[in-house]
């Protein structure tokens, strides 16, 4: 209820459609709570990335999170002279259409636990059924056994994660979740660079990655760039709210004076 599926979904695809080399892109979920509800949304979500991701990149779509895009109050029709433009963004709004009944129709089976836990489809129990004991859970949805979009491209990899849990250790701390996600990452991937971004927001600009990399990568500054902090933004708030309640002090007066930083968001890469 926190932290809603279908946000979490939306955030994932934010991620894996962004403009950025697919081979040097890794999205990890990091599911604390062992929930099977976050691993069927997982699997949902690969399937609809398959025709998300290339439709973002074909029509050069922004934001790249459905249910934001979807909800824009502006002409959609702007600058798009692609003759099957329409066509497709019909068919797209009714496949994520789709989509949220099947997200929303996991949730309220989640909302009635059976007695003796969760099955998987093989019939052996869910191995998160006793959240504070349970062995570390991996999945690799994308980026495996030739799983490719729609259109037959490569995807990024998207890997389902949740630590080790055993009675008697301290496990309510967020920096053990992000320890385990290094440690299988570096099997997995083992790239140079992390991003860090909430299961609650999503990337509102699919060429921020590049962006922060100029900051990582420039050949004179970049020895001493340790971090590149994204501002965060919010949607939906109250315009007339005395700091507009997007950390304008923080982000965009505070950062403003620090160089070599971006001057809002902090699902894993």
């Known amino acids: 209820m926190k932290e809603p599926p279908l946000i979490t979904a939306n955030t994932v ?24 509800l976050t691993f069927e949304a997982l699997s949902e979500t690969s399937e609809f990335a398959r025709k998300w991701v290339p439709f973002c990149k074909k029509f050069n779509i922004e934001p790249r999170a459905p249910e934001w895009y979807f909800s824009q109050k502006i002409d959609y029709l702007k600058n798009k002279v692609h003759p099957a433009f329409v066509r497709e963004r019909r068919a797209m709004k009714r496949e994520y259409e789709e989509f949220k009944v ?47 979009d729609v ?46 971004v909430d299961c609650d927001h999503y990337i509102n600009n699919s060429k921020a990655l590049r962006e922060a990399m100029c900051f990582m990568m420039d050949p004179t500054s970049g020895k001493k760039v340790c971090y590149v902090q994204f501002p965060q933004r919010f949607d939906g708030i109250d315009r007339h709210d005395r700091y507009s309640n997007r950390n304008v002090v923080f982000f965009d007066v505070s950062l403003f004076h620090f160089p070599y930083q971006l001057s809002a968001s902090t699902i894993w890469f």
């Open 13 to 36: 695809l934010s991620i894996l459609a962004v403009d950025y080399p697919v081979d040097k892109v890794a999205c990890y979920v990091s599911d604390d709570g062992a929930a099977m």
């Open 151 to 196: 259109e037959g491209n490569e995807l990024p990899h998207l890997v389902y994660v949740s630590r080790e849990k055993r009675p008697g250790f301290e496990h309510h701390k967020k920096a053990g979740a992000m320890n385990a996600l290094i440690r299988v990452s570096a099997v997995l991937s083992n790239a140079p660079y992390l991003l860090n």
């Open 102 to 148: 099947r997200i929303n129709g996991l949730v309220s089976t989640a909302q009635k636990v059976p007695e003796d836990g969760w099955t998987m489809q093989d019939g052996t129990p869910w191995p998160g059924n006793c959240v504070r004991d349970h062995p570390g859970m991996i999945q690799v949805f994308l980026g495996h056994s030739g799983v490719r």
